[in-house]
């Protein structure tokens, strides 16, 4: 998390519980409270004493040598080797598991047993009336589930499942189910629980009858259920599936206070560890096919329930993986309508990729781009076949997938039209749009190239029919005329970094750093480039509020970062600063802030340093070698941070703000 990015449009925290520093600070520092570091850490790592600290092999990158140091007194951890960096329970729970500051937050109050209070704005009233609808959902789970497994209604549904390769355990596991014959079994069933037909209706399980006919009636009848669950593994619907000649075929949930099919993936809940273990989420169409992978042995994959992946399904797993798979049944749509499919999940991971372009990472971190890749499968074999009849084979489909813009080029490449000039044409105006939407050039140039080859027309041709493809115009600068300068806003601006400076607390240096970006936005981003600035990685942050509200400006969509403008704990903070400033006060302000951040970071990173020196040194002999590893690898830290501080004081940084 560095300097702050240019962006078209600002963002929201997606967080359950204020930023500012109002009420959810009890919160989280009570977490923090009972949260003991060493515990928590002990429970992912192997620690060891080292002095009055503790020590390990770092979990985030691979070493022979301890350069891990836990210091239970302050509740920190730091890393001493290549990644050169750390933090406190939160910012190693998130590194951990890859999660954002609230699902950290979330987690670790669950394990500390503390209440989060609801900010999202909504009331109780309608918790209790979607944990009603959870408890109905489950219930209508329970009972199809016990049809297919106990009953003889069940039998023609479970021999299905066996002829699939469906194994007892796995029906078990996702308490797959059998919704009877009948028009009220299942109301009549969910009655004599307790349940209303006003709770029925709105978990979607009944339907009103139509005209002037009261009452209602099973949605499901004589199909295969499938439960679908929330990342909680909370029952929000069902898809269900005919075992004859009804139509639909599949017929899902309609949408409800719990379910948007749109904004659901079958299996995320038993899927979340793998993909955030293996960085990678394998996207299938179908229930069939997430059921035949996890039985398989490949849980990192997740069905869309259909043709078309939506921005909501790939938000749900936007903070697990960056590289994503997509599996589409052959023949299962017409051409056009897999050709619109495809086009959309591009047009979604272009969004993704400017989206984490233009986010900011720490120091030393590479940014992985969000990667889409297509899974080729045999025709007429679906990704169930294949796991089933090959798993190996699967495995290297997967390895093998190709990157999405590639693979539509190679798919019209391949239709019999594009042996025609007309056909040709045609694919040429389908993808050169997409060519255009890139945002690198270099990527832009390739795929021109790769367009041309896979059509078998030289490259000039292709230009001449539609051009070259041109690089996106950059947003315009403001004029110098908008920035005029008073003695007065100079003082002002004097005054902000003065006034962090005296402060001891370094939550107020933080706050004043935050009211500056979100004052005036752009015109920072201007201003830290302009000055060349050192950035300001997230770890910098001690509050954990502020850290997260940093990251959030830093990585969030447009939308999201919009909201945290508007909200009124940007409201709140913005009042640190009580005027705005033009452009040279924003320079001196900004400058003096960064420089403070860096100061206060430097002076604590070298007191841990003194501690793990201090604990190591304290052990036998034997760690004399550690002790030596740890000191060099420390010594070029600093020896780095001294360096660009000493910019920061003495070079291009000071003579910029002067002249600006």
């Known amino acids: 998390m560095c300097r702050p990015r240019r962006r078209r449009s600002p963002g929201r925290p997606r967080s359950n519980h204020a930023i500012g520093r109002g009420g959810a600070v009890t919160v989280v520092d009570d977490v923090k409270a009972r949260t003991d570091i060493v515990d928590l850490i002990q429970s992912r790592v192997p620690l060891q004493k080292a002095g009055r600290n503790f020590k390990a092999n770092c979990p985030f990158h691979n070493e022979k040598t301890p350069s891990f140091i836990v210091f239970p007194e302050r509740g920190t951890w730091h890393c001493f080797g290549a990644c ?46 979607n944990d009603v609808l959870y408890s109905v959902l489950q219930s209508a789970t329970d009972y199809f589930h016990r049809i297919l497994t106990f009953s003889p209604a069940g039998e023609q549904a479970l021999r299905y499942l066996h002829e699939r390769g469906i194994t007892d355990e796995t029906i078990k596991d996702f308490q797959l189910g059998m919704a009877p014959k009948g028009w009220e079994v299942l109301k009549n069933h969910l009655s004599d629980l307790g349940h209303t037909e006003g709770q ?41 599936r005919a075992l004859d000649d009804s139509q639909p075929k599949y017929l899902n949930s309609p949408q409800t206070p719990l379910f948007d099919k749109s904004g659901a993936l079958f299996a995320i809940d038993r899927a979340e560890q793998a993909i955030r273990t293996e960085g990678e989420v394998v996207l299938v169409e179908g229930y069939m096919d997430a059921l035949q992978a996890h039985q398989g042995g490949f849980s990192n994959v997740v069905a869309i329930m259909g043709t078309a992946l939506t921005e909501r399904q790939v938000s749900l797993v936007r903070n697990m993986a960056r590289r994503y798979a997509l599996a589409l049944d052959p023949d299962t749509a017409g051409e056009e309508a897999t050709r619109r499919s495809l086009e959309g999940a591009f047009d979604i991971f272009r969004r993704e990729v400017i989206r984490v372009s233009n986010s900011a990472v720490p120091m030393g971190v590479r940014r992985e781009l969000p990667k889409l890749r297509i899974i080729t499968l045999p025709t007429d074999r679906d990704p169930d076949d294949v796991i089933r009849d090959d798993p190996d084979d699967w495995r290297k489909r997967v390895e093998e997938a190709t990157p999405i813009l590639e693979y539509l080029i190679q798919r019209e490449a391949a239709q019999p039209e594009a042996a025609t000039p007309e056909g040709r044409l045609e694919a040429v105006n389908r993808i050169f749009p997409l060519i255009t939407a890139l945002d690198n050039p270099f990527e832009q140039q390739q795929a021109f190239s790769n367009l041309a080859s896979a059509l078998k027309i030289e490259e000039r041709t292709l230009e001449a029919a539609v051009g ?52 005036h936005d752009n ?39 919009a909201e945290i403008l508007v909200s009124p704990d940007a409201d709140d903070i913005r009042a640190a600063i009580p005027t705005s400033l033009d452009r040279r006060g924003q320079g001196k302000a900004l400058s003096d802030l960064v420089r403070r951040m860096w100061e206060r970071q430097l002076k604590r990173d070298e007191l841990e340093a003194a501690e793990a020196v201090a604990s190591l040194a304290e052990e036998d002999g034997a760690e004399a070698d550690a002790l030596r590893a740890i000191t060099d690898e420390m010594k070029a830290q600093f020896t780095d941070r001294i360096q660009q501080l000493r910019a920061v004081q003495h070079g291009t940084w000071n003579r910029n703000t002067r002249n600006v």
């Open 468 to 519: 070259r493809p041109e690089r996106r115009q950059q947003r315009p600068r403001r004029q110098d005329g908008a920035y005029r300068q008073t003695s007065g806003q100079s003082a002002e601006a004097s005054s902000i970094g003065a006034e962090a400076l005296k402060e001891d607390r370094g939550e107020v240096v933080e706050k004043h750093l935050l009211a500056l970006i979100l004052t």
């Open 523 to 561: 015109e920072i981003f201007d201003a830290w480039q302009r000055l060349d600035l050192p950035e300001v990685p997230a770890h910098f942050f001690w509050d954990p509020q502020y850290r997260d509200m940093w990251h959030l400006l830093n990585t969030a969509d447009p939308v999201t970062r």
């Open 84 to 129: 050169g960096t750390g933090g406190d329970v939160f910012s190693f729970i998130q590194r951990a598991d890859n999660l954002t500051f609230s699902e950290a937050l979330s987690r670790l109050a669950e394990r500390a047993g503390v209440a989060i209070p609801d900010t999202r704005g909504q009331d109780e009233t309608q918790r209790k009336q």
């Open 200 to 240: 029925m209706l709105q978990g979607g399980l009944i339907v009103e009858r139509d005209g002037d006919s009261e009452g209602s009636y099973d949605r499901f009848r004589e199909r295969l259920m499938f439960p679908i669950r929330d990342g909680k593994g909370r029952v929000i619907g069902f898809g269900a």
